[in-house]
């Protein structure tokens, strides 16, 4: 088995626009989506990213204020998964509930090990 990095991007603009029982209804889909996960084993962690950030270059010489994606490609969060490859990984991606929201996607990685 290895471990897989689940990038949520954009979505948040689709978002926005919903009611408050809109947001509560597609936040009880991903809590049922995960919890699904931890019940097989599979989500080994994961969170919301908050939207505001800092970008740093030159060891800190310039810190700015970041990040500057465009809205379909912002990361909102990521989400640790463990899979036997990257096939199945993707696999497992495809029931997440971003999908509900036009241009959004999810960038499945695989997470390498330092160890040789």
Not at 16 to 27: C, D, T, Y
């Amino acid at each position: 088995m290895s471990n897989f990095l689940y990038l949520f991007r954009g979505g948040d603009e689709a978002y926005a626009k919903l009611s408050q029982e809109e947001k509560q209804a597609h936040m009880e889909l991903w809590g049922k989506w995960m919890g699904g996960l931890r019940e097989k084993g599979t989500l080994l962690d994961g969170l919301p990213l908050d939207k505001d950030g800092k970008v740093v270059r030159n060891r800190g010489e310039v810190v700015t204020n970041g990040p500057f994606a465009e809205g379909a490609e912002m990361v909102g969060g990521y989400l640790i998964v463990s899979a036997k490859d990257i096939d199945e990984a993707v696999e497992i991606s495809k029931g997440c509930p971003i999908f509900d929201y036009e241009g959004a996607f999810v960038e499945v990685r695989e997470i390498l090990s330092l160890e040789q």
